[in-house]
């Protein structure tokens, strides 16, 4: 699919943000964690998450799986707010794919790890403001 010069601006600046904020929803409300975001992934709207597979953010995706990620580049005073479906993934192959050396810290038995999983939040609406400028984008789920 063809992406517009907008969704590529942003694409750029999300691979360089470090940490996000993920919003979940859960029975008693939304949960809000910050996530690791792997910046050496071309992104086609889909955002990829290392976790473990018993946490809440997990129960929450599985119940209901209404995702928001919240992007802030505070040096080039950009934002950017994803809206999506998370979904939980444990395929092998593409945890050792996705894989980086950092992620050792967090998950020191690395990708072949059953208990680790991939979340997967799959952009509907993107939106930005900032030095890149204001954007809202739709995109097919």
């Known amino acids: ?9 942003i694409a750029k600046t999300m691979g360089q943000i470090d940490f996000c ?8 409300g939304v949960n809000t964690r910050p996530m690791s975001n792997n910046g050496e992934v071309e992104y086609d709207g889909d955002n990829w998450f290392f976790t473990s597979v018993d946490t809440a953010k997990v129960r929450d ?4 799986a209404r995702v928001q990620l919240v992007f802030v580049d505070s040096q080039a005073v950009n934002f950017i707010s994803v ?7 444990k395929d ?4 050792k794919k996705l894989w980086r050396e950092e992620l050792e810290e967090w ?15 799959s952009a509907s609406r993107i939106q930005s403001w900032g030095q890149m400028g204001e954007h809202t984008l739709h995109l097919d789920a």
């Open 1 to 9: 699919m063809q992406r517009s010069q907008e969704f590529k601006d």
């Open 21 to 28: 904020m993920m919003q979940t929803v859960s029975p008693h």
């Open 61 to 64: 995706i599985r119940q209901d």
């Open 83 to 89: 809206w999506g479906r998370g979904e939980v993934v």
């Open 92 to 95: 092998v192959d593409l945890k």
């Open 107 to 121: 998950f020191p038995q690395g990708p072949d790890d059953e208990d680790l999983v991939l979340i997967k939040v």
